[in-house]
């Protein structure tokens, strides 16, 4: 998991990357935290890399949160969840970062304990909509085991090695999301790792011919050039059943 963070105040910074170093996800692992003290710099990393929650404080210069807010929730589709972490406590000013789509709104100073709670209540939350964490998962006529590792494509098996499944899943729990290269590889590879240009190229392709991922098929696996890729269904019906 990636979380930017954004807060002009490099104390501040420093003490939420500490606290969400203890937040532990449902592998053990804690989530990968890019801070920027200037919004502009967010902005431009948002147009060309993939972030699973963005943290945002409402008096930083240039851009203000509220602002980051707003140009997140029309450009990025779908949106990541939003955080608001700020000093700002009045009533009015809760009111309007929770109406222009902030996902919940923490003030400053936080309490570690409820960041990380409320952390967990938004991507709990984000996880419900998108499908469970474990079991078995359907997409249209894709059967994902989770427990197993196993694919299968109307009823089907399909053999995949762990990493092509870990990637395929990937694809389908963010179904319309254009997922940066370098988020791909965080997600996939450990850093020790040595690859090629044409690594992910290559799983990709294979995935793509193995799940019959084409638009003959109800889906279409394509390449955002100079970004990465992005999975789409072209059949309705192709959702997430619980």
Not at 44 to 59: A, G, V
Not at 165 to 176: E, I, M, S, T, V
Request: aromatic share 8%; proline share 5%; charged share 25%.
């Amino acid at each position: 998991m990636r979380i930017a963070i954004l807060d002009d105040e490099p104390m501040a910074l420093e003490l939420l990357q500490e606290a969400l170093g203890f937040y532990r996800l449902p592998d053990g692992s804690s989530p990968i935290c890019t801070a920027f003290s200037s919004s502009p710099e967010l902005l431009r990393r948002l147009k060309r890399e993939t972030f699973d929650l963005i943290i945002l404080d409402w008096q930083v210069s240039e851009i203000s949160g509220l602002q980051m807010l707003l140009w997140i929730k029309e450009h990025l589709k779908p949106e990541p969840p939003v955080i608001m972490l700020t000093s700002r406590t009045a009533e009015h000013d809760v009111v309007k970062a929770l109406n222009a789509g902030a996902d919940e709104y923490i003030s400053k100073p936080f309490r570690q304990a409820e960041l990380l709670a409320r952390l967990n209540n938004v991507l709990r939350q984000r996880q419900t909509e998108t499908g469970r964490a474990d079991g078995v998962v359907t997409f249209g006529n894709i059967r994902f085991d989770i427990q197993e590792a196993r694919v299968y494509v109307a009823d089907v098996p399909v053999a995949l090695t762990l990493r092509e499944f870990n990637l395929a899943l990937l694809l389908f729990k963010n179904q319309g999301r254009p997922l940066s290269r370098s988020y791909l590889y965080e997600h996939l590879w450990t850093r020790d790792e040595v690859l090629s240009s044409r690594t992910l190229d290559t799983h990709i392709y294979r995935i793509r011919n193995k799940l019959k991922l084409t638009s003959e098929h109800g889906w279409v696996l394509t390449t955002v050039y100079g970004y990465g890729y992005r999975l789409e269904a072209l059949d309705p019906g192709a959702t997430v059943e619980p």
